[in-house]
């Protein structure tokens, strides 16, 4: 006969019986929750220290405009790059600066447990999100086409035809080439 052994049947004390219990597991997972949201309403980026750090991730985008992005993948790999970085107070455009202050609004908006910040002018006058700060990091979002930094008339004349008639030189253009048509003769042979 098998030995009995005791320690394996050994009575669960209350806090392991807790442990092991769907109820215990998800109390004990809505705890970790509530921490992770205190420390994120502590943590929350001021509204100067969002504004900053908004500003120049927006330089920062601005003076990448040299560098073709593809697609999203780019932009996202971008601006996490922009976290960790600061934008070089040498190669300021100050036109392009300058109009971009002249075109575009940045606001910062307070929520719970975190801050966004929305680009607004007239291309989106609802406001666009190129950023967010929780945890005292501020994320960027932005793209350079959320930005408007140049404008102009959308179209000339509103009493202008759309389609305009051609236009035919006065000057010797050549002549016109000896262009028989073809008429299928069917089958010679037979």
């Not at 109820?23 to 992770?36: N, Q």
């Not at 002249?102 to 447990?113: D, G, M, Q, S």
């Amino acid at each position: 006969m098998e030995q009995f052994n005791r320690d394996t049947y050994k009575k669960q004390n209350l806090w392991q019986q807790f442990y092991h219990s769907c109820l215990g597991k998800i109390i004990i997972l809505l705890i970790i929750c509530l921490i992770l949201l205190i420390i994120a309403i502590m943590s929350r980026p001021t509204e100067g220290m969002m504004s900053w750090q908004m500003e120049d991730n927006i330089r920062e985008c601005l003076q990448d405009t040299v560098t073709v992005h593809g697609d999203v993948a780019d932009e996202a790999v971008a601006n996490f790059g922009r976290i960790f970085t600061h934008a070089d107070t040498t190669l300021n455009d100050k036109e392009v600066l300058d109009a971009y202050h002249k075109y575009n609004r940045l606001e910062i908006y307070p929520h719970t447990f975190y801050r966004t910040a929305r680009i607004h002018n007239n291309l989106h006058p609802e406001g666009v999100r190129v950023g967010v700060g929780i945890f005292s990091i501020v994320i960027p979002t932005v793209s350079y086409n959320d930005l408007v930094i140049a404008t102009g008339p959308v179209r000339g004349d509103y009493d202008q035809r759309l389609i305009q008639d051609a236009v035919v030189p006065d000057d010797y253009v050549g002549e016109n080439p000896n262009v028989k048509p073809y008429h299928y003769q069917g089958n010679p042979d037979n």
